[in-house]
């Protein structure tokens, strides 16, 4: 059988191949597999009923059709296999419910055409090898207990039944089979002919499209562009098969290497920090990069197998260090505890763009230029979100090229850092005068900026270093309320009072154990004029220029 519409179009790289076929259709007539380092079946009760559902809504309409997006295949290597790249969850949770009716005709004793469901939809007699083989090739860890299921013909498998760590599969597979037994019921002696019509309405009219290409490059930059919400784990499945593929019989080796960098991060492939931190450390050596970007560009480069391991050891010998960036519960500060409220600081002003930096410093410098450092970038973090445009590709760039010249060694100290960062952290005329009139939606960001403020009024060492136990202290208040009514704050224009309310001079903190803000009392009545608040934020201004200074000293 054909599909119902299909074309060949040239995309940039290669011929993209896009059908619109029937879900069942694709499941008999292709072979598919799970790239064997990609996350497994992940799909949980809520995901499998609301698939059920909407099946059962289109089915029972009186023109039973039903869309179900798109997959990506890509058809790489001489397996005779398509690699999903997106779609697994989809094509497995219809390979159950097919097994499903399969079960119904066996437990109704007839096994001709249950047989026949399976020998179409999940099995196959391969005469190369000589046995059977699931058409459907699932990872190593699912593969066991998808097989499982297709041995253990129609008895209803338990919930609980132990066949899978996660039990995900087996859940699924127990309310697929209980629907599908309730099917058979209502149907009464029309039973067959029912479970029939939703084998046809499986194999033709729940349609997807399936866009193939030639390899998974390919097939990542198309689905890069179909699926808007982006998947990290795309990325890190990718690298992990083309660096695994790469290194040969140094297989064992480089798993060894991907498996620590996981659990260094205490992540799975499948989430967005390891992506962010392979992008990362990507730019330590070789400068900014795209997330889109990033597999082509290390496929690029990467193409022996010496350099595979190397950077597959690259991944595994700097994930701690990244693990550090994110959290000071890491190991690596047990032996700098004096620096962990400096580390606090950074990781509580809540940015990005400076990590590919401090990871190559954390590798390369002496502690005391890394303490200098975490001061400079706290500094140089509080200037650019002042100063706005901290999250711009400029200044990312200008991180990432600073963290080249560290990992090269031609960058050996802080105040050299400084140097190549100049010309993109804010003067301190740029900076004064855009914290004179700059307004904070962010509390976290808003509590810190004053917290250290009020610590460099009371000449408290160290100001602009907060710790968690130091912001635990105290308590963020404003004079104008964030939904102020404009009855109560007649001296200010009423379309301007929400924008007064999010003003650095509106806001104050105190400490937990008392009440009373640390102003004049003119200011703290009802006469509070916008003069007041303006020239409170500009004196807070003044102050934070040396609070937060431009060059690392």
């Not at 866009?211 to 919400?229: C, K």
């Amino acid at each position: 059988m054909r599909p119902e519409s299909q074309g060949l179009i040239s995309s940039k790289l290669s011929p993209v191949d896009i059908s619109l076929e029937g879900i069942g259709h694709v499941l008999r007539d292709r072979r598919l597999e799970v790239p064997p380092y990609q996350r497994g079946y992940s799909w949980g009760l809520d995901e499998v009923s609301e698939f059920w559902w909407d099946l059962k809504a289109a089915y029972v309409s009186s023109n039973p059709q039903y869309f179900l997006g798109t997959i990506v295949l890509a058809q790489e290597g001489g397996s005779g296999r398509s690699t999903i790249i997106d779609g697994q969850q989809r094509l497995t949770t219809a390979s159950l419910l097919l097994m499903a009716i399969r079960n119904e005709f066996f437990r109704r004793k007839d096994s001709t055409r249950g047989e026949v469901i399976e020998r179409d939809y999940t099995v196959v007699f391969d005469l190369k090898c000589g046995e059977s083989v699931v058409r459907l090739l699932l990872n190593s860890d699912d593969l066991p207990h998808y097989q499982a299921i297709i041995n253990k013909r129609g008895p209803r498998p338990s919930p609980t039944e132990d066949l899978n760590p996660h039990l995900r599969m087996s859940k699924a597979m127990a309310f697929l089979d209980n629907q599908v037994q309730r099917e058979a019921k209502e149907a009464g002696p029309n039973w067959a002919d029912t479970l029939f019509r939703w084998v046809e309405f499986l194999e033709n009219r729940v349609r997807i499209i399936t866009v193939t290409v030639p390899s998974e490059a390919d097939a990542f930059l198309i689905f890069e562009t179909l699926n808007a919400r982006g998947r990290a784990l795309t990325v890190a499945d990718l690298l992990k098969n083309y660096l695994f593929g790469l290194a040969g019989d140094h297989l064992e080796v480089a798993q060894r290497y991907w498996v620590s960098a996981l659990l260094a991060l205490e992540a799975t492939a499948d989430e967005e920090i390891f992506t962010t931190y392979v992008r990362h450390l990507w730019a330590v050596f070789y400068g900014v990069t795209r997330e889109r970007e990033l597999y082509s560009r290390i496929k690029a480069a990467i193409t022996s197998k010496p350099a595979s391991l190397e950077f597959s050891q690259q991944l595994e010998e700097y994930a701690p260090l990244y693990a550090a960036i994110l959290s000071t519960d890491e190991p690596w500060w047990n032996a700098r505890r004096d620096l962990v409220p400096t580390g606090d600081t950074l990781q509580r002003l809540g940015l990005e763009q400076y990590r590919p930096l401090l990871l190559a410093a954390m590798r390369q410098f002496e502690d005391v230029e890394i303490a200098s450092l975490l001061r400079g970038l706290i500094a140089w973090s509080v200037r650019g979100i002042v100063v706005g445009g901290i999250g711009g590709g400029s200044i990312e760039r200008a991180y990432a090229e600073a963290a080249i010249g560290v990992s090269e060694g031609s960058t050996r100290t802080a105040a050299n850092v400084f140097k190549e960062l100049a010309h993109a952290i804010p003067t301190d005329e740029v900076f004064r005068e855009a914290f004179a009139v700059r307004r904070i939606n962010r509390t976290t960001i808003a509590k810190y900026l004053l917290i250290a403020l009020a610590r460099a009024e009371a000449d408290e060492a160290d100001p602009s270093i907060v710790s968690t136990f130091e912001d635990g202290r105290y308590q963020l208040g404003s004079f104008i309320p964030r939904k102020a009514s404009p009855s109560d704050w007649t001296l200010f224009p009423p379309d301007e009072l929400a924008q007064w309310s999010s003003r650095i001079g509106n806001m104050y903190v105190t400490l937990v154990d008392t009440q009373s803000p640390p102003l004049p009392a003119p200011i703290q009545d009802r006469y509070l004029t916008p003069d007041m608040l303006s020239a409170r934020q500009q004196d807070l201004a003044e102050r934070a220029i040396t609070l937060w200074p431009r060059e690392i000293r």
